[in-house]
């Protein structure tokens, strides 16, 4: 892609503008030498780091480095051996190699969210040795430090004493001479080097030292008086020794930057091209620019599509941009689009052009993530209007010369853009010339968008395979303009309508009408109403599809209800099983601490008691098998009363009374229990006396979950809908093992999460009460809940 086509299609704008955003200049020319990427392996991971960066930045992410030197002049300057580097540039060299370290650290930390960014810049060298080096030698503001070395910190100590020492000496000789009104300036100077003071020069001879320069009047001279010379000598001599043991230190470390030049110009050079990126990701974010579907094929459909540099340009205007819906399929090679005047087709033309282009430069473009491109090996543009004075061109002859280029140029996996294409000549010559251009185009394989007003154009379009008809739409109501793309039908010029919208008046728009002749109105209307019932058709197609999508909606919405409900079922039924199985366990429990308290006590005290707490035991029992018997399967025909069953569900063995339809009465021992036939399981009667002796030996409830465990609950950290979660799942456990308290930590921190948890314990049917800790018991960051 040449420079000329760059600067039609708009692309070097877009690539000024995004460039604004980069941190350093060396980041900036990175963005702007981008060199097109022809394959969808090499396009891909760069479009993908960008998108990345723009998650990034939606995210309300900062960089991790604030600063970004361009390090190329300092790389070049070390190629020389004799060369030694400035503070400044070692400043730079640091920044560089800190931005770097600091920008491989944030992206390792989160490489499962920017995988490509990682793949870029985990090849960042990150030696830091020569980092801390340069930065104990010099600092932010790009001056030497004292403790460079032992040697400048003791000529740096010698200077400020002796500093310290001449400016007391000069101030005291600087008060004398004004008690003797001998001075011109009240100040001390510094002349060529050396504090002097500014005298009258009828008073020289009052100071002795040494005339240092005069002043341009010649009425003031600058002595250095002759008791400071050997002390301002001896600073000199100290100065001198500072610039030879710094430029000695500047040497050393230019010398550590030298030996890693390839590991710091690698770094330079990836740093350059993330700079680049970043500039990218800002410009997609301010034009909201998506990373679309590329296709492999000949496919080209852009949904919602916009001119980036309209968007760009009418940020913060009044000004509507008008979004673009094209589609061209992987047969469908020739786009022609015509249309109104000023009704858009220029820009809907080069709107495909620079999509396009930014998309094969790496950049992320404006438009619906269902859109899909293909990749072109090249992009060719004739924008019709220009003319080359020097070559004594004409703006037709222009024209042909443009189109021949592209002809020359274009292969089948080209793009070719052409504006009103062979529009500036004999109407039926051009038509002529236009048909044997697009034929051209056919035979080499191209896709392209033409724009035009050759009527003759429209109607090859319609009939010859591969190339399509496109309008740009007009509202015959307000007599302007919609620059809405309408693909199927060709478009009208409404230079009628245009007379009317500019004030024409209506017997010179009627001469012309009868200039047209009937024919020329006829098929002008005929358009019109093809173009109005094909509006009307796309937009029954569009309620047919949308009450479609609708409808499949509502029926994958009823299709999970029932999941939902036929899993609530299972899921209820086997709680069903698992509470009955509890409660029978527990039944047996209590029968058997009954007996044993009936046959502690003498008498028949005892054994009424008994009876009154297994009356007690069995109508508890019944009335839990009541509210679960409806939950139970239905019922298998081939069990009968008398047969001896375990019930699978709760491995218990009984014997069964009575069949009834879907239920069947089990006697338990003391309990009659009702279940599904599916639920039983036939025995034998010395297979039911080992349960018997199993379940005998068994405690009842199982201490697993009675533990400490159990009685604590701990919500730090949670969210509400967490914690509520586990809190209802505490009081179930509560329940089943019969644990009558429960600690709940819930911490103090704002009390969002106390008022949460004592809202909900307010309103469960199982708790009795509910209090704060007391001081041992953990205070407000805690709640004591009772059964």
């Known amino acids: 892609m040449d420079a000329v086509t760059r600067k039609r299609l708009e692309f070097d704008r877009i690539v000024a503008c995004a460039a604004t955003f980069s941190l350093s200049d060396m980041g900036r020319d990175a963005l702007a030498s981008t060199a097109p990427m022809l394959h969808r392996a090499e396009l891909l991971p760069w479009l993908e780091r960008v998108r990345e960066l723009c998650n990034f930045l939606h995210e309300g992410e900062a960089l991790p480095f604030s600063r970004l030197p361009d390090t190329r002049g300092i790389m070049t300057r070390l190629e020389l051996r004799e060369s030694c580097l400035e503070p400044q540039e070692l400043l730079d060299v640091h920044d560089l190699l800190d931005a770097s370290s600091k920008l491989r650290t944030f992206v390792y930390r989160h490489r499962s969210v920017y995988p490509e960014l990682y793949s870029l810049v985990s090849g960042l060298w990150l030696e830091k040795s020569l980092q801390y080096e340069i930065s104990r030698i010099v600092d932010e503001e790009a001056r030497i430090r004292d403790t460079a070395s032992d040697g400048l910190q003791v000529i740096r100590h010698d200077l400020r004493e002796g500093r310290g020492l001449l400016r007391r000496r000069m101030e005291r000789i600087l008060k004398r001479c004004r008690e003797h009104g001998w001075l011109m300036e009240d100040t001390v100077a510094l002349k060529h080097g050396r504090l002097v003071l500014g005298l009258r020069v009828e008073y020289k001879h009052k100071l002795q030292g040494y005339i240092q320069d005069y002043s341009q009047s010649g009425q003031t001279v600058f002595i250095e008086p002759a008791e400071?010379?050997?002390?301002?000598?001896?600073?000199?001599?100290?100065?001198?020794?500072?610039?030879?043991?710094?430029?000695?230190?500047?040497?050393?470390?230019?010398?550590?930057?030298?030996?890693?030049?390839?590991?710091?110009?690698?770094?330079?050079?990836?740093?350059?091209?993330?700079?680049?990126?970043?500039g990218k990701a800002c410009f997609a974010r301010e034009t909201s620019s998506v990373l679309p579907a590329l296709d492999t094929g000949r496919r080209l459909s852009i949904r919602n599509g916009y001119h980036p540099w309209l968007l760009w340009s009418h940020r913060g205007q009044q000004r509507?941009?008008?979004?673009?819906?094209?589609?061209?399929?992987?047969?469908?090679?020739?786009?022609?689009?015509?249309?109104?005047?000023?009704?858009?087709?220029?820009?809907?033309?080069?709107?495909?052009?620079?999509?396009?282009?930014?998309?094969?430069?790496?950049?992320?473009?404006?438009?619906?993530?269902?859109?899909?491109?293909?990749?072109?090996?090249?992009?060719?543009?004739?924008?019709g209007d220009e003319q080359s004075i020097e070559n004594d061109l004409s703006t037709f002859s222009s024209h042909l010369v443009e189109i021949r280029r592209i002809l020359h140029g274009a292969t089948a996996a080209s793009l070719v853009l052409i504006d009103e294409l062979c529009s500036g000549t004999d109407v039926g010559e051009g038509s002529a010339i236009a048909r044997a251009v697009i034929e051209r185009i056919l035979r080499i394989g191209a896709k392209a968008v033409v724009t035009t007003h050759l009527g003759e154009l429209k109607a090859y379009a319609h009939e010859r395979q591969g190339v399509v008809n496109g309008a740009m739409d007009f509202d015959n109501s307000s007599l302007s303009p919609t620059f809405r793309f309408q693909k199927g039908l060709p478009g009208n010029s409404f230079a009628f309508a245009m007379l009317r919208r500019l004030g024409f008046d209506d017997e010179l728009i009627a001469e012309a009408s009868s200039h047209l002749g009937s024919v020329g109105v006829a098929m002008e209307r005929m358009l019109d109403e093809l173009r109005e019932q094909l509006l009307h058709n796309r937009e029954l197609e569009s309620g047919l599809r949308k009450a479609q999508q609708q409808l499949a909606g509502q029926r994958e919405a009823l299709l999970k209800e029932r999941e939902e409900f036929e899993r609530g079922r299972r899921e209820a039924q086997r709680s069903a099983a698992r509470d009955v199985q509890k409660e029978v366990e527990y039944a047996r429990k209590e029968i058997r601490s009954i007996v044993r308290e009936a046959k502690a006590v003498p008498g028949g005290r005892g054994v009424e008691d008994a009876r009154r707490k297994l009356e007690r035991v069995k109508r508890e029992a019944w009335q839990k098998e009541a509210g679960i018997a409806g939950d139970i399967p239905a019922a298998a025909p081939d069990v009968q009363a008398g047969d001896l069953v375990t019930i699978v569900s709760t491995s218990t063995t009984g014997e069964v009374v009575q069949v009834q339809g879907d239920e069947v009465v089990v006697q338990c021992g003391n309990f009659?229990?009702?279940?599904?036939?599916?639920?039983?399981?036939?025995?034998?009667?010395?297979?039911?006396?080992?349960?018997?002796?199993?379940?005998?030996?068994?405690?009842?409830?199982?201490?697993?979950?009675?533990?400490?465990?159990?009685?604590?609950?701990?919500?730090?950290?949670?969210?509400?809908?967490?914690?509520?979660?586990?809190?209802?799942?505490?009081?179930?456990?509560?329940?089943?093992?019969?644990?009558?308290?429960?600690?709940?930590?819930?911490?103090?921190?704002?009390?969002?999460?106390?008022?949460?948890?004592?809202?909900?314990?307010?309103?469960?049917?199982?708790?009795?009460?509910?209090?704060?800790?007391?001081?041992g018991e953990g205070g407000a960051g805690v709640t004591v809940v009772e059964l």
């Open 320 to 383: 509507a941009v008008y979004p673009l819906d094209l589609e061209l399929g992987a047969d469908e090679q020739v786009l022609c689009i015509s249309g109104p005047n000023a009704g858009g087709k220029s820009v809907a033309m080069k709107t495909v052009g620079l999509l396009s282009c930014m998309l094969q430069h790496g950049f992320l473009v404006p438009c619906s993530e269902s859109s899909v491109f293909p990749l072109f090996d090249d992009i060719f543009i004739g924008i």
């Open 672 to 775: 009659r229990l009702t279940t599904s036939p599916s639920n039983l399981q036939k025995t034998s009667r010395k297979q039911s006396r080992r349960d018997e002796r199993k379940q005998a030996g068994s405690a009842g409830w199982s201490a697993t979950h009675g533990s400490l465990d159990s009685t604590r609950l701990d919500l730090r950290g949670m969210s509400g809908d967490e914690a509520i979660g586990e809190v209802e799942r505490l009081i179930d456990r509560m329940r089943l093992q019969r644990i009558g308290t429960a600690t709940i930590i819930h911490g103090k921190g704002t009390g969002a999460l106390r008022l949460r948890v004592t809202a909900f314990l307010k309103e469960h049917p199982a708790v009795k009460g509910f209090r704060l800790g007391e001081w």
């Open 228 to 278: 400071v010379l050997e002390l301002n000598n001896r600073l000199q001599d100290l100065e001198l020794d500072e610039r030879r043991e710094i430029e000695r230190i500047l040497r050393e470390v230019t010398g550590r930057v030298r030996a890693e030049y390839e590991n710091v110009l690698h770094n330079q050079e990836l740093m350059a091209c993330f700079d680049a990126l970043y």
